[in-house]
Protein backbone atom coordinates (compact mmCIF):
# COMPACT_ATOMS: atom_id res chain seq x y z
CA UNK A 1 0.00 0.00 0.00
CA UNK A 2 1.19 3.34 -0.96
CA UNK A 3 0.86 6.79 0.56
CA UNK A 4 1.37 10.30 -0.62
CA UNK A 5 1.73 13.43 1.19
CA UNK A 6 2.17 16.85 -0.53
CA UNK A 7 3.62 20.13 0.68
CA UNK A 8 0.19 21.46 1.42
CA UNK A 9 -1.22 18.53 3.72
CA UNK A 10 2.14 18.51 5.69
CA UNK A 11 1.76 15.97 8.60
CA UNK A 12 1.00 17.37 11.58
CA UNK A 13 -0.73 16.72 14.94
CA UNK A 14 -4.17 16.75 14.26
CA UNK A 15 -4.10 14.10 11.42
CA UNK A 16 -1.59 11.51 12.78
CA UNK A 17 -0.86 12.09 16.33
CA UNK A 18 -2.80 9.22 18.10
CA UNK A 19 -2.31 7.40 15.51
CA UNK A 20 0.23 5.11 13.84
CA UNK A 21 1.76 4.87 10.72
CA UNK A 22 0.80 0.89 10.26
CA UNK A 23 -1.12 0.86 7.49
CA UNK A 24 1.03 1.92 4.57
CA UNK A 25 3.90 -0.36 3.44
CA UNK A 26 5.22 2.76 1.49
CA UNK A 27 5.16 6.71 2.82
CA UNK A 28 6.35 9.01 0.17
CA UNK A 29 6.33 12.96 1.16
CA UNK A 30 6.51 15.46 -0.84
CA UNK A 31 6.87 18.14 1.70
CA UNK A 32 8.36 18.92 5.52
CA UNK A 33 7.13 16.46 7.52
CA UNK A 34 5.99 17.96 11.23
CA UNK A 35 5.33 14.96 13.88
CA UNK A 36 3.50 16.16 17.07
CA UNK A 37 3.08 19.99 17.72
CA UNK A 38 3.20 19.03 21.62
CA UNK A 39 5.90 16.97 23.80
CA UNK A 40 2.93 14.61 25.12
CA UNK A 41 1.46 14.06 21.67
CA UNK A 42 2.97 10.63 20.12
CA UNK A 43 3.81 9.40 16.74
CA UNK A 44 4.42 5.51 16.04
CA UNK A 45 5.98 4.22 13.56
CA UNK A 46 5.56 0.17 12.69
CA UNK A 47 7.93 -2.43 11.56
CA UNK A 48 8.32 -2.43 7.91
CA UNK A 49 7.01 0.83 7.02
CA UNK A 50 9.84 2.86 4.62
CA UNK A 51 8.93 6.64 4.30
CA UNK A 52 10.96 8.13 1.13
CA UNK A 53 11.39 11.94 0.65
CA UNK A 54 10.70 12.81 -2.74
CA UNK A 55 12.86 15.86 -2.71
CA UNK A 56 15.38 17.56 -0.13
CA UNK A 57 12.57 18.01 3.00
CA UNK A 58 12.99 17.00 6.79
CA UNK A 59 11.41 15.23 9.18
CA UNK A 60 10.81 17.88 12.89
CA UNK A 61 9.75 16.23 16.34
CA UNK A 62 8.55 18.31 18.35
CA UNK A 63 6.36 15.19 20.49
CA UNK A 64 7.51 11.24 20.87
CA UNK A 65 8.51 9.64 17.92
CA UNK A 66 8.56 5.63 18.17
CA UNK A 67 10.06 4.37 15.32
CA UNK A 68 11.33 1.24 16.49
CA UNK A 69 11.28 -2.14 13.51
CA UNK A 70 12.99 -5.64 14.58
CA UNK A 71 15.85 -7.09 13.37
CA UNK A 72 13.98 -8.54 10.67
CA UNK A 73 11.71 -6.14 9.71
CA UNK A 74 13.23 -2.75 10.11
CA UNK A 75 12.13 1.08 9.37
CA UNK A 76 13.10 2.83 6.12
CA UNK A 77 13.99 6.55 5.81
CA UNK A 78 15.49 7.30 2.79
CA UNK A 79 15.25 9.20 -0.76
CA UNK A 80 12.55 8.47 -3.51
CA UNK A 81 14.63 9.64 -6.17
CA UNK A 82 18.15 11.15 -6.48
CA UNK A 83 18.08 13.66 -4.93
CA UNK A 84 18.52 13.65 -1.10
CA UNK A 85 16.50 13.85 1.98
CA UNK A 86 17.22 16.67 4.86
CA UNK A 87 16.96 15.37 8.31
CA UNK A 88 15.17 13.77 11.44
CA UNK A 89 15.25 17.00 13.62
CA UNK A 90 14.70 16.51 17.41
CA UNK A 91 13.71 20.02 19.17
CA UNK A 92 14.48 21.02 21.92
CA UNK A 93 10.58 20.50 23.01
CA UNK A 94 10.88 16.91 21.76
CA UNK A 95 9.71 14.23 24.43
CA UNK A 96 12.82 12.48 26.10
CA UNK A 97 10.97 8.94 25.28
CA UNK A 98 11.53 8.87 21.61
CA UNK A 99 12.89 6.42 20.49
CA UNK A 100 14.71 5.39 17.10
CA UNK A 101 15.54 1.82 16.47
CA UNK A 102 16.38 -0.82 14.36
CA UNK A 103 15.98 1.55 11.25
CA UNK A 104 17.86 2.31 8.02
CA UNK A 105 18.37 5.68 7.73
CA UNK A 106 20.14 6.70 4.40
CA UNK A 107 20.48 9.43 2.27
CA UNK A 108 20.11 12.24 4.03
CA UNK A 109 21.87 15.89 4.64
CA UNK A 110 21.07 18.50 6.87
CA UNK A 111 18.86 20.93 7.22
CA UNK A 112 21.05 24.23 6.58
CA UNK A 113 20.47 25.70 9.98
CA UNK A 114 21.94 25.66 13.68
CA UNK A 115 21.77 23.14 15.25
CA UNK A 116 20.39 20.64 13.64
CA UNK A 117 23.81 19.85 11.11
CA UNK A 118 23.30 16.15 10.60
CA UNK A 119 21.08 13.65 9.21
CA UNK A 120 19.82 13.33 12.90
CA UNK A 121 20.23 15.82 15.21
CA UNK A 122 19.24 16.25 19.00
CA UNK A 123 18.92 20.02 19.81
CA UNK A 124 18.95 20.12 23.63
CA UNK A 125 16.99 16.75 23.47
CA UNK A 126 17.74 13.10 24.56
CA UNK A 127 16.25 10.32 22.29
CA UNK A 128 17.25 6.65 22.54
CA UNK A 129 18.76 6.24 18.68
CA UNK A 130 19.84 2.32 19.07
CA UNK A 131 20.82 -0.60 16.69
CA UNK A 132 20.48 1.44 13.14
CA UNK A 133 22.15 1.57 9.87
CA UNK A 134 23.17 4.96 9.54
CA UNK A 135 24.78 4.75 5.59
CA UNK A 136 25.24 6.74 3.04
CA UNK A 137 24.68 10.17 3.67
CA UNK A 138 25.97 13.67 2.74
CA UNK A 139 26.47 15.05 5.90
CA UNK A 140 26.72 14.25 9.92
CA UNK A 141 25.65 10.88 11.20
CA UNK A 142 23.95 11.75 13.93
CA UNK A 143 24.98 16.26 15.54
CA UNK A 144 24.48 16.35 19.26
CA UNK A 145 23.98 19.99 20.31
CA UNK A 146 23.47 21.83 23.80
CA UNK A 147 23.74 20.84 27.44
CA UNK A 148 20.20 19.40 27.89
CA UNK A 149 21.57 16.63 25.48
CA UNK A 150 22.21 13.01 26.42
CA UNK A 151 21.02 11.00 24.05
CA UNK A 152 21.90 7.46 24.51
CA UNK A 153 23.43 6.10 21.40
CA UNK A 154 24.32 2.43 21.18
CA UNK A 155 24.34 -0.91 18.80
CA UNK A 156 24.08 1.38 15.57
CA UNK A 157 26.16 0.73 12.80
CA UNK A 158 27.57 3.72 10.99
CA UNK A 159 29.64 3.43 7.34
CA UNK A 160 30.01 5.25 3.73
CA UNK A 161 28.87 8.37 5.05
CA UNK A 162 30.73 11.81 4.05
CA UNK A 163 31.19 13.50 7.16
CA UNK A 164 31.80 12.66 11.39
CA UNK A 165 29.61 9.53 12.36
CA UNK A 166 28.81 11.68 15.45
CA UNK A 167 29.37 14.90 16.18
CA UNK A 168 29.11 16.39 19.95
CA UNK A 169 29.00 20.30 20.62
CA UNK A 170 28.31 22.81 23.31
CA UNK A 171 28.16 20.75 26.51
CA UNK A 172 26.21 17.37 25.25
CA UNK A 173 26.68 14.71 27.58
CA UNK A 174 26.36 11.45 25.10
CA UNK A 175 26.25 7.83 25.91
CA UNK A 176 28.24 5.99 23.10
CA UNK A 177 28.50 2.53 23.51
CA UNK A 178 28.49 -0.67 21.66
CA UNK A 179 28.66 0.93 18.36
CA UNK A 180 30.38 -0.04 15.03
CA UNK A 181 32.43 2.93 12.79
CA UNK A 182 32.98 1.61 9.60
CA UNK A 183 34.45 3.52 7.09
CA UNK A 184 33.16 6.71 6.22
CA UNK A 185 34.41 9.09 2.68
CA UNK A 186 35.84 11.66 5.12
CA UNK A 187 39.41 12.43 6.08
CA UNK A 188 39.31 13.73 9.53
CA UNK A 189 37.94 11.86 12.58
CA UNK A 190 34.70 9.65 12.59
CA UNK A 191 33.80 10.71 16.10
CA UNK A 192 34.28 14.53 17.02
CA UNK A 193 33.33 15.57 20.58
CA UNK A 194 33.78 19.41 21.38
CA UNK A 195 33.06 20.43 25.23
CA UNK A 196 31.05 17.66 25.96
CA UNK A 197 30.74 15.86 28.92
CA UNK A 198 30.53 12.31 27.88
CA UNK A 199 33.66 10.68 27.76
CA UNK A 200 33.44 8.03 30.76
CA UNK A 201 30.23 6.87 28.50
CA UNK A 202 32.33 6.53 25.39
CA UNK A 203 32.93 2.67 25.66
CA UNK A 204 32.91 -0.60 23.66
CA UNK A 205 32.50 1.00 20.66
CA UNK A 206 34.46 -0.44 17.74
CA UNK A 207 36.28 1.42 15.05
CA UNK A 208 37.43 0.03 11.70
CA UNK A 209 40.83 -0.18 10.01
CA UNK A 210 39.71 0.83 6.58
CA UNK A 211 39.95 4.88 7.50
CA UNK A 212 41.60 6.99 4.76
CA UNK A 213 45.66 7.60 5.12
CA UNK A 214 45.46 11.02 7.01
CA UNK A 215 42.08 10.18 9.44
CA UNK A 216 41.84 9.69 13.22
CA UNK A 217 39.34 7.23 15.07
CA UNK A 218 38.56 9.78 18.07
CA UNK A 219 39.35 13.63 18.52
CA UNK A 220 38.04 15.29 21.54
CA UNK A 221 38.39 18.82 22.25
CA UNK A 222 38.03 21.07 25.15
CA UNK A 223 36.94 18.19 27.35
CA UNK A 224 36.47 17.90 31.11
CA UNK A 225 36.49 14.04 31.62
CA UNK A 226 38.49 11.46 30.96
CA UNK A 227 38.36 9.45 28.23
CA UNK A 228 36.19 6.37 28.37
CA UNK A 229 37.36 2.87 28.33
CA UNK A 230 37.47 -0.50 26.02
CA UNK A 231 36.74 1.32 22.24
CA UNK A 232 38.14 -0.95 19.87
CA UNK A 233 40.48 1.61 18.08
CA UNK A 234 42.78 0.83 14.70
CA UNK A 235 43.61 4.50 14.14
CA UNK A 236 45.00 7.51 15.88
CA UNK A 237 43.30 9.30 18.87
CA UNK A 238 43.40 12.76 19.27
CA UNK A 239 42.46 14.31 22.89
CA UNK A 240 43.08 18.19 23.67
CA UNK A 241 41.86 19.14 26.92
Same mark, same amino acid.
Not at 57 to 84: K, P
Given at each position: ?????????????????????????????????????????????????????????????????????????????????????????????????????????????????????????????? =?? /??? @??? $?? &?? %???? !???? #?? +?? =?? /??? @??? $?? &?? %???? !???? #?? +?????????????? %???????????????????????????????????????????????????????
Amino acid at each position: MLMRLCQSCTLLFEQLAKHSISLCWLLIVLGNFVANNQTTDTLTISPGVEIRFDGNYRFDVFGSLIAVGTITDSITFTRNASTNWMSLNFSNSANDSSKVKYCIIEYGTESGYDPYRGVINCNNSS =PT /ISN @NTI $QY &ND %NKGI !YIDG #SS +AQ =PS /IFG @NIF $QF &NS %NYSV !YGNN #SA +APEITSNIFGFDWY %NQETLFLRNCFCLLFVIWNQFSYWMLADQKSISCTEMSKQFGEKNFVFKSIKITI
